[in-house]
């Protein structure tokens, strides 16, 4: 028996929701409880979903942790929990930073946290220009998704919708695969002075864009020709880094050591993260809340804290490969790959895939989509291979079902996750 | 007798963080800790400090405050409390939104909460920018301060190191006084088509710049000429929103009402307030925590609960008045001025106000410049008249001491504040 979604309580916040939030579209047909446990969350109809969405990889280590509901218990008894954190210091900031550069790759020894991932490319590209002066114009790969503020909107390209009609600062898009490579040559050298490119920015693996992943030719050259060049290279680990790969951060797994690094998402804050060559002058940037947001920053201290001493990484490698082996099996999905827990496969287009989302939840299994066709399994590190199995059997049996040409859903949550729109 | 400051247990993590935190440069030499009560907090060492700064306008309602700590035990049992919060939504939201909109000037009936004020402003320039949908360009003030990505950085003028160097949307700038009406005037005659202009946004009160306060005829007359050409006209209120001028909105006691507000520190998030005109496309805008971080948005529902019930808005009209009348008393200061408890005055130059700034603190007082000489008094909403009167009597010592041309600063402090500097 599928899930009837949303449930009514849930239906009723979702349509007042939908009346005053000017950017609600397709939200899951689902409102959070507080009720939870690993894997698994209850919504507030007392649904029960197993998410391999992870909170779009924000919740690494599941739901009521009670290591992590004792750090937000120790702030219970105060207020403020956010300060002006750049200029109000609080022993929070000090404490993420100090464990934040224990994990950070080689040379990078000196970080600035802020509120999104957002807001953590906007400074790596600032930190970037700062160094180079005289900087033209920035490069980012055609697909990419760097954040939604014009600066690092200006160097996504996953979908028209997110960027038509705005103002941008001049980006020159590299195509994300080994041409790459010549292709930014051939800039540099048509360029007058290398000075003028302010960056070239990447995700190892690109994740909006379609959990595409970058090659290790592509990756090494680009650091290769970037610092032959005196380039500024920054990678974008907003949603591969902390982690989420099987190593702290992708770019690892490339064996390179980027300028710059944007972390989010797991971290629980923002982090542009660099070497100490790229401070700059006193003023250049700032933020009110930055390093402020003390309960956030111990919860970000208190997951990099859990990771190391359960061991999280060995599991997100073990699961995973675990994970992409009992995907291969599966039958009318195509392109199983990833690294790590950051896991993809596509549907045949776009309406299938979006039918299989859909029909997973309403089998109590979350995923998340992404590119033009494509599925994202991202559960949290703590993943069992009973959790896999379970999601497995699921989407095996969901395959299966959207295969059907002549399939459809009905009910209420037609209204949600471009359901209706799948159905037209 | 003077605090000894920075305190030794904050110095030890001062100087520490200063070797981690890329974009530490002149924090107050004081590292905050749980303990304070309605208007004072403690440092970490015990130094007892009357907060006239208030978070940078984020703490309206004063340090542990008993109904805003029970908030954050209402979270204490759960985990986590940050969700992917336009993908899947939370009851917070909807409470938080209704809430706002009950508040929001006439006409301004949707909202899209992000993740600070910079987040704000650059989701207004995107929905002005969708509306309008053939930008050219952008129109903001003089002096004007909006953020720090590169979006809301672009219509910021404040201090040339915040911009220096970086790529730019495209931007005109107007005078921050009433010739700026024939200037927009000429823009729009000599402009082939007004759909070109994105927007003009525009600080009722200029907040980083100075607290420089806009005349009614500056702002009537652009709210005017805006409408008359179909122009999105955002007013900032980041800084001025949410009560500190007595008013929800600094825009009503013009008695105008604008076509987006951009709102954030007093809320505890940031918001994107517009007419539903200007709902856009689904995809257009989205943020992974906007709208998600159940607490935050707990926080900024009960400070609007609380400004309400203790009827603070008079409170803020009072104070603010008798305020500025004991200031006006003070000698060595100049230019008093300010609407509600948004006010500042002037010191003769720069190494005054930083001298001016670092011995208040010394006696207990913390204040906040701005400007290129000014000084900001921004108490939370519950100051006392006694409260005020303690302020005013070392505003008045410091005053006349830093009056004298030989006055210097002697101490750890001087590592601090740009006291180093001052002192040079």
Same mark, same amino acid.
């Given at each position: 028996m599928t899930l009837d979604l949303p449930g009514p309580k849930s239906q009723k916040i979702l349509d007042r929701l939908n009346k005053l939030?000017?950017?609600?579209?397709? $939200?899951?047909p689902l409102v959070m409880s507080q009720h939870g446990s690993g894997c698994y969350f209850q919504d507030i109809d007392g649904n029960l979903f197993l998410d391999f969405a992870s909170q779009i990889c924000s919740? $690494? +280590?599941?739901?009521?942790d009670p290591e992590l509901k004792e750090v937000i218990k120790r702030y219970s008894?105060?207020?403020?929990?956010?300060?002006a954190g750049q200029d109000f210091s609080v022993k929070e900031h000090l404490d993420l930073l100090e464990e934040l550069m224990k994990i950070?790759?080689?040379?990078?020894n000196m970080a600035f946290l802020v509120n999104s991932g957002a807001e953590a490319v906007e400074n790596c590209l600032k930190l970037a220009m700062r160094k180079q002066k005289n900087s033209e114009f920035g490069v980012a790969f055609e !697909?990419?998704?760097?954040?939604?503020?014009l600066g690092a909107l200006s160097c996504?390209? /996953?979908? +028209?919708i997110q960027k038509q009609n705005f103002l941008q600062i001049p980006i020159k898009k590299l195509p994300y695969d080994d041409n790459a490579l010549d292709v930014l040559q051939n800039l540099i050298n048509t360029?007058?002075?290398? /000075? !003028?490119?302010g960056f070239v920015i990447i995700e190892p693996i690109q994740g909006e864009g379609g959990y595409t992943i970058a090659s290790r030719e592509l990756m090494k050259g680009l650091r290769k020709i970037t610092k032959q060049n005196d380039i500024p290279f920054i990678c974008?680990?907003?949603?591969?880094?902390?982690?989420? *790969?099987? *190593?702290?951060?992708?770019?690892e797994q490339y064996g390179i050591n980027p300028d710059l690094i944007s972390a989010a998402k797991a971290l629980q804050v923002g982090a542009a993260i660099?070497?100490?060559?790229?401070? $700059?002058?006193?003023?250049t940037i700032s933020s009110t809340w930055g390093g402020g947001h003390a309960l956030d920053m111990a919860i970000g201290l208190k997951t990099i804290e859990i990771i190391k001493k359960r061991k999280l990484l060995d599991n997100v490698r073990k699961q995973g490969i675990y994970l992409l082996k009992r995907l291969y099996?599966?039958? !009318?999905?195509?392109?199983?790959r990833g690294m790590g827990l950051m896991i993809a496969f596509d549907l045949p287009n776009k309406t299938r895939r979006n039918h299989f989302i859909i029909e997973c939840l309403k089998n109590g299994l979350v995923l998340l989509g992404c590119g033009e066709a494509s599925v994202r399994v991202i559960p949290p590190y703590i993943v069992t291979e009973e959790e896999i199995d379970r999601a497995v059997e699921i989407i095996q049996s969901v395959a299966l079902k959207v295969s059907d040409p002549a399939f459809k859903h009905t009910g209420?949550?037609?209204?949600? +996750?471009t359901c209706g729109e799948v159905n037209a």
């Open positions: 939030n000017i950017a609600h579209y397709d $939200p899951y919740n $690494p +280590l599941g739901y009521n008894y105060r207020f403020p929990i956010k300060f950070a790759p080689k040379g990078l !697909h990419a998704f760097h954040g939604r503020t996504t390209s /996953s979908r +028209l360029t007058k002075d290398t /000075s !003028h490119i974008d680990e907003v949603q591969t880094g902390m982690g989420r *790969t099987g *190593t702290w951060w992708a770019s660099a070497n100490k060559s790229y401070r $700059p002058q006193a003023g099996e599966v039958r !009318h999905i195509s392109n199983v209420k949550i037609c209204q949600y +996750l």
